[in-house]
């Protein structure tokens, strides 16, 4: 069980560390515990289930960003099989902060492409914390591109705190490549099924997320800027935070209700790092059963519909001439 | 013509760093007590080479400084001018007003920004649409004002955008985009993001249909528009000398820690990077929106 607990969970982190002494000393066998560490367990699934069931949109903005939560590439590994992953743009390199390739689930060949963060600091350079150059997003296209020429589905994973702010990614034409991206993918004659399993912070989530099903995972959050840069614009400060994250309205639950994204994703309690396994397992369910439904419409339907709810977002008024 | 810099302090837009307006190099260090008045109405001061030009003169240069070519920035009713047969064209959706989906609140609520910003300008929002005739050809343009919170893309301007696409693929009439933004627009998060898709994807439409589309950039296009309609010109133009960039300026600098070169994010560094087909002076854009359309139209 993860052990790296947020400020707002110091009551269970309490109780755990309880817990684990209680099985220890249970396991040398000098005393039997067994009614402790079932009272504690219970008392921690309480606390969890409370504290869960009222998070804040800041609170979910540091579990979608927790250290241990599982990345594309855990994704990947879990929920598919034959993974055969391709590398390059053909013009520039090959940008890690991106992965893809082809995969089956359940046997189905899709091709599925997603950010990818670092575990510790080597990695995460490696990455770019997950933050696309111009590359990135070309090499994105060119394998959406295949997944079209061979008629195979599309699945992205969206995991970004933005795309890469750069000298080069200015130089390589980061607005271009976000660009062509939205573009193109609002007219492949494929599925496509984007999930947010992390951050999907502005641009650089979208840049990967037009697609037939927009879904986001429970505790993942997807807006335009950031929290913290918001607050920073909007209040000149970094510390109103929170508010801007509440202003924002960049949860899972106020996306689906503002019609912006398509459906959510259960995580287990405690968000998916606490139980990867059942995450894994939502995940992989909600790709094979929209699939189902995906695959059951001709490209054309697909595109127009594809098209149709795209242009319907947005609130305007018509003001008397 | 003259442009009030105060407009600009508070501008709420994700690329929001304001650095194309503080001149530091030249322009706005005048003490006061070394300021000169001049009447108005009569003169123009270039913000730049500080040329005194007659007000009639500046006018018919489009507000292009006659002398050093600086580009003041102008609005989409200078533009409609500048282009279209006799100054005559029909504007479409022009009572669009902005919604406020997410009673959005930071310093003031949205809704009274909107209505604040809509008194100033007299404008509904930050773009305005409309079709007419250039030189003869059938045209249909979207401007955006930038003293309108800045030019930011919310739910108004995506929605304007597309409609005028959908106008151009009706009449099979090529389409003209006149960036001007600093991006997307904060108060409208998500909804604002979502006018990226909804505008590329119709012009996936248009481009599917053979329709031109002509993408002219100004001074400065950033953020959600950069990454959006204004990249995806089948011409890809801009005026001398803007900014045009994805991430901000002060964002790129306090990421990697150095000054930015000399013209970097200017429309020259993007022509020379491959990302403009060409830079248009302001006084040339109707013969050479002319010129190009000659080309590709029957």
Not at chain 1, 156 to 172: V, Y
Not at chain 1, 281 to 295: D, G
Not at chain 2, 38 to 64: F, I, M, Q, Y
């Amino acid at each position: 069980m993860n052990t790296n607990w947020f400020d707002f969970e110091k009551e269970i982190a309490e109780m755990h560390s309880q817990l684990v002494k209680a099985e220890e000393t249970h396991a040398q066998g000098k005393l039997d515990m067994s009614d402790t560490i079932e009272h504690l367990t219970k008392k921690i699934k309480e606390a969890q289930t409370t504290i869960y069931s009222q998070l804040s949109g800041w609170q979910k903005v540091q579990i979608s960003r927790h250290q241990d939560r599982p990345y594309t590439l855990d994704y990947i590994e879990n929920i598919c099989t034959d993974f055969v992953e391709l590398h390059g743009d053909r013009h520039i390199k090959d940008d890690k902060a991106i992965v893809g390739g082809w995969a089956k689930i359940d046997g189905q060949s899709v091709m599925i492409i997603g950010q990818q963060k670092g575990r510790n600091t080597k990695q995460r350079q490696m990455r770019n914390f997950g933050m696309p150059n111009p590359e990135g997003y070309r090499k994105a296209l060119r394998l959406m591109k295949l997944a079209e020429k061979f008629n195979r589905p599309v699945i992205t994973l969206i995991d970004t705190p933005g795309a890469s702010p750069g000298l080069e990614a200015e130089e390589r034409g980061q607005g271009e490549a976000i660009a062509r991206n939205l573009l193109e993918m609002s007219v492949l004659n494929v599925p496509i099924i984007c999930i947010v399993i992390g951050e999907g912070a502005s641009g650089g989530a979208l840049g990967i997320g037009v697609g037939d099903r927009v879904m986001m995972m429970e505790y993942t959050w997807y807006s335009v800027i950031s929290p913290e840069s918001c607050s920073s614009i909007l209040w000149r400060t970094w510390d109103k935070k929170e508010l801007a994250a509440d202003a924002l309205k960049l949860s899972a639950t106020d996306m689906k209700g503002n019609g912006l994204v398509d459906g959510i994703i259960p995580e287990p309690l405690g968000g998916a790092h606490h139980n990867p396994e059942e995450a894994f397992a939502n995940v992989k369910a909600t790709i094979l059963s929209e699939l189902q439904t995906l695959k059951a419409m001709s490209p054309e339907q697909l595109v127009n519909a594809r098209i149709e709810k795209f242009s319907a977002m947005g609130v305007v008024q018509e003001l008397p001439a | 013509m003259a442009v009030n810099h105060s407009d600009f302090d508070d501008l709420p837009m994700e690329s929001s760093d304001s650095t194309w307006y503080k001149r530091t190099l030249s322009g706005i260090l005048t003490k006061t007590k070394d300021k000169k008045p001049t009447p108005d109405g009569l003169w123009e001061k270039c913000k730049r080479c500080k040329e005194v030009v007659p007000s009639k003169e500046w006018l018919a240069n489009h507000c292009v400084c006659p002398s050093c070519h600086y580009h003041e920035r102008i609005g989409s009713a200078e533009y409609f001018e500048i282009l279209f047969d006799d100054g005559n064209f029909t504007e479409l959706n022009a009572n669009l007003s902005s919604g406020d989906p997410l009673n959005f609140v930071d310093s003031a609520p949205y809704t009274d920004r909107v209505v604040v910003a809509q008194k100033k300008t007299g404008l509904k929002d930050a773009v305005r649409t409309a079709h007419g005739v250039i030189n003869g050809q059938a045209l249909c343009v979207a401007c955006m004002d930038f003293a309108f919170i800045g030019g930011s893309m919310g739910s108004v301007v995506g929605e304007k955008i597309a409609r005028a696409i959908d106008h151009s693929l009706a009449t099979k009439t090529p389409f003209l985009m006149i960036s001007k933004s600093g991006g997307a627009r904060m108060m409208e998060a998500a909804f604002s993001l979502m006018q990226m898709a909804k505008t590329s994807a119709k012009l996936a439409l248009l481009a599917k249909a053979g329709i031109p589309y002509i993408s002219l950039m100004t001074n400065p296009t950033t953020g959600g528009v950069t990454a959006s309609f204004a990249m995806l010109g089948d011409f890809n133009i801009a005026e001398p000398e803007a900014l045009i960039g994805f991430a901000g300026p002060r964002v790129i600098k306090e990421t990697i820690g150095k000054d930015l070169p000399k013209g970097f994010q200017s429309s020259e560094f993007l022509l020379e990077h491959g990302f403009l087909d060409f830079i248009v002076d302001r006084t040339e854009l109707k013969a050479t929106l002319s010129r190009l359309l000659s080309h590709i139209q029957d």
